[in-house]
């Protein structure tokens, strides 16, 4: 997009008014213009003062609050001109505050750029002190005004507060600019984030960094995002997650490790998915994934507490409770639970045998693939007919082998691992187990990946010989959990599209 060789009315016209202002002797682009406060902190601070009153306390709260001498800055939002006087309103992205300019009371030069050259979403600064208006309203009465920038192009006509979604999301900046709740979205996330940092170090964790470009595409099941160093003359992998590398040190010795950093996969778009997401993983070692499941429960009430004041959320139209103990259901339990036609419920003996699991899922129109392992097809099936239900968190548990690689099985059934998955509001939050640890098993699983790959999966495992190494010099028993951040500020904000939730989402390019 060109800015100036637009043929656009507004945007010759907001270009002349900025000659204009040059000629009048305003810098162009100032360096700085020094605050004595915010405007967030003034509504803040001095928002009592509104409101309507009689004339003599709106006297006497007036030579209070003429004493409070202020210089603020902000993007122009509104202005209404009354022959020799106006009000306009700043924002500095959060609050709101107007402002109130007379012509005897600023330069002639002042005066004709507030009256003529300014253009709504331009940023100027003013000095002046406080003052509340007949009708309420807290005002700064203006005695110096200050040009700091323009905005060559003017707002969507229209725009009601931005409400053409795709619009939003390829133009966050103009989307925080005239839609404060979507500024809250984003200060929510920030605090979600800041209080997971301090639960976790709280409890000795140390948050380390792993690579984002690795040599092989590994540590979760999903498809990578390819690029070749040149100076190495190597292939490396955007990285589906930092799984084996975390693990690798608690291999070295740090017992308790976690990370907050993207993860990316080449997968399609959804109101779910991103290519690039935040994930928060962490491992424990002398650990069970039971001890994971109390701690994760322990982690998000205070999280949700913290950051919502309470424990009662509302997501999609739906209330959901995070208090203590949360229901824990297994993989086969719930597929059974949750089977569309109550009267012929199968058996788990109907589910394990792979004829009668095929049937069963073409018989609630399940995509199958019957060449896939059994188990794989039973968290297809579980995807397909539970997990919408699972609104209040759950703790979906006992996950067949076959389809968690890295986990360590069941002590009595060799077919399931000791894993689970927590739901709420019909979305998968958080995947945790026991890590595998022994290296010659963990071997066997990388091959079964690896002949998984060779018959076209493309998000099958790739084999880690060094992370097999690293297993051979010991790793204690551990526990590991994976916290999709996004979707986790989804549920505490109400936001149906993890796109809502992202700063800048991948979109396709502009027509």
Same mark, same amino acid.
């Given at each position: 997009?060109?800015?100036?060789?637009?043929?656009?009315?507004?945007?010759?016209?907001?270009? $002349?008014?900025?000659?204009?202002?040059?000629?009048?002797?305003?810098?162009?682009?100032?360096? $700085?213009?020094?605050?004595?406060?915010?405007?967030?902190?003034?509504?803040?601070?001095?928002?009592? %003062?509104?409101?309507?009153?009689?004339?003599?306390?709106?006297? @006497?709260?007036?030579?209070?609050?003429?004493?409070?001498?202020? +210089?603020?800055?902000?993007?122009?939002? !509104?202005?209404?001109?009354?022959?020799?006087?106006?009000?306009?309103?700043?924002?500095?992205?959060?609050?709101?505050?107007?402002?109130?300019? @007379?012509?005897?009371?600023?330069?002639?030069?002042?005066?004709?750029?507030?009256?003529?050259?300014?253009?709504?979403?331009?940023?100027?600064?003013?000095?002046?002190?406080?003052?509340?208006?007949?009708?309420?309203?807290?005002?700064?009465?203006?005695?110096?005004?200050?040009?700091?920038?323009?905005?060559?192009?003017?707002?969507?006509?229209?725009?009601?507060?931005?409400?053409?979604?795709?619009?939003?999301?390829?133009?966050?900046?103009?989307?925080?600019?005239?839609?404060?709740?979507?500024?809250?979205?984003?200060?929510?996330?920030?605090?979600?984030?800041?209080?997971?940092?301090? /639960?976790? #170090?709280? +409890?000795?964790?140390?948050?380390?960094?792993?690579?984002?470009?690795?040599?092989?595409? !590994?540590?979760?099941?999903?498809?990578?995002?390819?690029?070749?160093?040149?100076?190495?003359?190597? #292939?490396?992998?955007?990285?589906?997650?930092?799984? &084996?590398?975390?693990? +690798?040190?608690?291999?070295?010795? /740090?017992?308790?490790?976690?990370?907050?950093?993207?993860?990316?996969?080449?997968?399609?778009?959804?109101?779910?998915?991103?290519?690039?997401?935040?994930?928060?993983?962490?491992?424990?070692?002398?650990?069970?994934?039971?001890?994971?499941?109390?701690?994760?429960?322990?982690?998000?009430?205070?999280?949700?507490?913290?950051?919502?004041?309470?424990?009662?959320?509302?997501?999609?139209?739906?209330?959901?409770? /995070?208090?203590?103990?949360?229901?824990?259901?297994?993989?086969?339990?719930?597929?059974?639970? %949750?089977?569309?036609?109550?009267?012929?419920?199968?058996?788990?003996? #109907?589910?394990?045998?792979?004829?009668?699991?095929?049937?069963?899922?073409?018989?609630?129109?399940?995509?199958?693939?019957?060449?896939?392992?059994?188990?794989? @097809?039973?968290?297809?099936? /579980?995807?397909?007919?539970?997990?919408?239900?699972?609104?209040?968190?759950?703790?979906?548990?006992?996950?067949?082998?076959?389809?968690?690689?890295?986990?360590?099985?069941?002590? !009595?059934?060799?077919?399931?691992?000791?894993?689970?998955?927590?739901?709420?509001?019909? &979305?998968?939050?958080?995947?945790?187990?026991?890590?595998?640890?022994?290296?010659?098993?963990?071997?066997? +699983?990388?091959?079964?990946?690896?002949?998984?790959?060779?018959?076209?999966?493309?998000?099958?495992?790739?084999?880690?010989?060094?992370?097999?190494?690293?297993?051979?010099?010991?790793?204690?028993? !551990?526990?590991?959990?994976? &916290?999709?951040?996004?979707?986790?500020?989804?549920?505490?904000?109400?936001?149906?599209?993890?796109?809502?939730?992202?700063?800048?989402?991948?979109? @396709?390019?502009?027509?």
């Amino acid at each position: 997009m060109k800015l100036f060789d637009e043929e656009n009315e507004l945007v010759i016209q907001r270009r $002349k008014n900025f000659q204009e202002i040059i000629e009048l002797g305003f810098e162009p682009f100032p360096h $700085k213009f020094d605050r004595t406060h915010t405007i967030t902190e003034i509504v803040q601070q001095y928002g009592h %003062y509104a409101g309507q009153r009689s004339p003599e306390e709106m006297e @006497r709260l007036n030579q209070e609050l003429n004493r409070v001498e202020v +210089r603020i800055a902000g993007r122009m939002m !509104t202005q209404r001109l009354m022959g020799k006087a106006g009000f306009a309103h700043l924002s500095d992205g959060d609050r709101r505050l107007q402002i109130y300019v @007379r012509s005897n009371e600023v330069s002639e030069r002042e005066w004709v750029l507030f009256k003529k050259l300014l253009d709504l979403g331009d940023i100027i600064g003013v000095e002046g002190y406080l003052f509340v208006t007949r009708t309420g309203e807290l005002s700064v009465h203006v005695r110096r005004l200050v040009f700091l920038a323009k905005a060559f192009l003017p707002w969507p006509e229209k725009w009601h507060g931005l409400q053409d979604v795709e619009l939003r999301h390829r133009l966050r900046y103009l989307d925080l600019m005239v839609n404060r709740d979507s500024r809250q979205v984003f200060v929510k996330r920030s605090r979600i984030i800041r209080a997971i940092r301090s /639960f976790f #170090d709280q +409890r000795g964790y140390i948050e380390v960094e792993t690579p984002m470009l690795t040599p092989i595409a !590994t540590g979760a099941a999903a498809r990578p995002f390819k690029t070749h160093h040149n100076a190495l003359d190597i #292939d490396l992998y955007a990285r589906i997650a930092p799984e &084996l590398y975390l693990k +690798r040190l608690v291999v070295g010795g /740090f017992e308790k490790v976690y990370e907050l950093n993207r993860n990316f996969r080449n997968e399609g778009l959804s109101h779910r998915h991103n290519p690039e997401f935040t994930m928060l993983e962490f491992y424990q070692a002398y650990s069970s994934y039971e001890d994971l499941m109390d701690l994760t429960e322990e982690l998000l009430v205070r999280v949700v507490e913290e950051v919502n004041g309470s424990l009662d959320v509302v997501y999609d139209g739906q209330r959901i409770r /995070f208090e203590r103990p949360w229901r824990r259901l297994a993989l086969i339990e719930a597929i059974i639970t %949750y089977w569309p036609h109550p009267t012929a419920r199968p058996s788990p003996e #109907d589910l394990w045998d792979s004829e009668r699991l095929t049937a069963l899922m073409k018989s609630v129109e399940c995509a199958v693939d019957p060449q896939a392992p059994v188990g794989q @097809r039973l968290v297809k099936l /579980f995807e397909h007919v539970a997990e919408r239900h699972l609104v209040q968190p759950t703790f979906i548990t006992e996950f067949p082998t076959e389809a968690s690689p890295l986990a360590k099985q069941s002590e !009595t059934d060799p077919r399931l691992v000791h894993r689970f998955e927590l739901y709420v509001g019909g &979305l998968e939050l958080a995947n945790a187990f026991c890590e595998l640890n022994d290296p010659e098993e963990q071997r066997r +699983r990388f091959e079964e990946q690896m002949q998984l790959r060779q018959r076209g999966d493309e998000e099958a495992m790739m084999m880690d010989e060094d992370y097999v190494r690293a297993l051979g010099y010991g790793l204690p028993p !551990t526990a590991g959990e994976g &916290l999709g951040i996004d979707r986790l500020v989804m549920i505490l904000t109400d936001q149906k599209s993890i796109r809502d939730v992202i700063l800048f989402p991948h979109m @396709r390019p502009e027509a």
